[in-house]
């Protein structure tokens, strides 16, 4: 209780006993050594707890509390003054290092904002994280958000979508449900959800598209390549589309670990499903990873569980098994 004052726990306990017995009795009773009863002693000595007798004989006599802790709780208050100013003078430099950094949605800013790079895009996205207001839509399409380099790591965007939501700002996002098939991309759904994210899952998304308070939309500048960077638009009509857009994918998305409304064809999910029109119709591996924001090696495992559950070994007799078992419609049967 006294470390605040500089006093560590054997001393504050030898100088509770020393109140009512000796040093000899405080060092049994407490199980201490001798020399850590002289460390001890030597430490309340130094903080003015103790002081020897003026008979000559060494012996160690507390300090009454009332005298002896007036020097240390009135340097405490002192260093707790200080500390609280550098604390404020902190806090003020925070608030005029933000002024220099470009708030989004500032008064005669321009209607597009182009931010060149994936370092440019991520400082876009610490921006929305910092400065929203209320409300925050999310589509999570194939491939890292814009300034995510690795299209398997979620944890960045996770880390500030847990921010959002500790801001009680309400944030929705819809994620591909291929995140199924990478455990670290569901557990980062997870952590988000347990934040107070709402997630929804759809087989699948055409951009990363970001609706910040209903006031400006953030979209990949290349869907293709998200280390190109990103764009921002604040004009209303760019607004209403981004946001009714992410409403129907929000109405026809599923709450996370559930089945949506279209999810089953046959004995297949929804991915395992978009996955097939894919397979054959002959999507290379690296279009379909793309297109689930996978690996290719993930891909493959995909397609090999595919194989499994249609009882074939290629990618010919899955078109043919799939065609018979009904797992096509007709307008998937004319691409084959």
Sequence with gaps: ??????????GEQIYRLLLTGSVA???????LAPEEVATALAELRASGL????????GAIRPVHPNIAFGPLLARARVA????????????????????????????GSPEVELNRGPAAAFSCLERIAATAREDVLVLAASGPAPGVPDP???SPV?????????????????????INYLTPLVEGARRMQQAGVEIRMSPTLPVWTIVVDHEYVVTAL????????????????AVAAATDLFGRCWRAAAPLGEAGPESAVGPLTTAQHQLVVMVVNGSKDEA??????????????????????????????????AAKLGWLDGSELDRL
């Design 1 to 10: 209780m006294l470390q605040g004052l500089g006093i560590s726990e054997p």
């Design 25 to 31: 009795e405080a060092g049994v009773r407490l199980g």
């Design 50 to 57: 103790v002081e020897e007798y003026d008979d000559g004989t």
């Design 80 to 107: 707790l003054r200080a500390e609280e100013q550098r604390i404020e003078l902190a806090s003020a430099t925070v608030e005029e290092l933000s002024a220099l950094q470009p708030q989004g949605i500032a008064a």
């Design 152 to 154: 398997t790591d979620y």
């Design 158 to 178: 996770v880390q500030l979508a847990v921010s959002l939501a500790e801001r009680d700002v309400r944030l929705r996002v819809i994620m591909l449900d291929s």
């Design 222 to 237: 290349d869907i293709a390549d998200h280390d190109r960077g990103s764009m921002l638009v604040r004009t209303p009509g």
């Design 288 to 321: 379909i990873a793309r297109r689930f924001s996978v690996s290719t090696r993930t891909v493959r495992r995909m397609i090999a569980d595919l194989y499994e559950v249609a009882g074939v070994s290629g990618r010919i007799q899955l078109a043919f098994r």
